[in-house]
């Protein structure tokens, strides 16, 4: 056979095998193949095929299909993106868009069964009914009403009742700021000193209560003669990460889901 009639494959195209690697996340019986992309840029320089990212390479390439948006949540597809880079997009929406959650618990009575810490853990994913665009975030520690909103739960379960449960829309919204006094030794007269320094009432600021977005959500159950009392702080979290608290974060749903693509082989025989 000459050297001329063997099959040569094309400059600045991969065999199709390579290609399936490349391009595709293979579903086998046992586990799924091909799930690492390649990262060297000259990966297939021998073949005449340029795999290094380029800003202007990635802006032809990549593509937003947006499938649903509601208030709750928003389905999108990235086409032409490579898989680290698409969880790269989900670890920034987990991490830093910006939301309103509870970071601090200040606790006056807890005689549940449940630990302080838990609950104050229990309160910071409750996701709460606030635009923190309308916030600022509070860097100098000092609350006010341009950065902190307040909370209060102040529930018991009587002598002799049944066990009670405790929802999310029992936590009371304090537009005024804390009601909670710092014990400090003040002149005869003086207003006491609270947690806060309100300025003015939050209801002339905010067009609509600031209370929580679901009120159906279990927090704690009491039983009977048990009781708490405590005062929540929610403040902007996710712009600014300072902790490693887990606190409400609205991209915590957020997840990848592979396309399928289907590719039937069909034998002809002649008989």
Known sequence: ?????????????????????????????????????????????????????????????????????????????????????????????????????????????????????????????IPLDADPRLFDYISDDVPNERNTIVYKLHVSCEKGSQRLTVKSGQLEWLPEGSQLTIAATTQSGDKQKTYTSFGQSQQKTSESPLGVKYEDITTVRLGPGQAIELEAHAVEWGKFMRSGLQLLQPGTGCFLRLFFSKKLQMVMRSS
Do not use: W
């Open 1 to 125: 056979m000459d050297m001329d009639d063997a099959p040569t494959q094309s400059r600045n195209k991969l065999p199709d095998h390579l290609e399936l690697q490349r391009t595709r996340v293979v579903c086998k019986a046992d586990a799924p193949t091909h799930t690492e992309g390649f990262q060297y840029s000259g990966a297939f320089a021998a073949m005449g095929v340029d795999n290094s990212v380029s800003v202007e390479k990635f802006c032809n390439d990549f593509k937003i299909k947006i499938n649903r948006l509601t208030d709750d949540d928003m389905e999108f597809d990235m086409i032409g993106i490579d898989a680290s880079i698409a969880n790269a997009f989900r670890r920034i929406l987990i991490a830093e868009v910006p939301t309103m959650a509870i970071e601090k618990v200040l606790m006056v009575d807890n005689t549940s069964v449940i630990a302080d810490e838990v609950l104050s853990h229990r309160l910071g994913l």
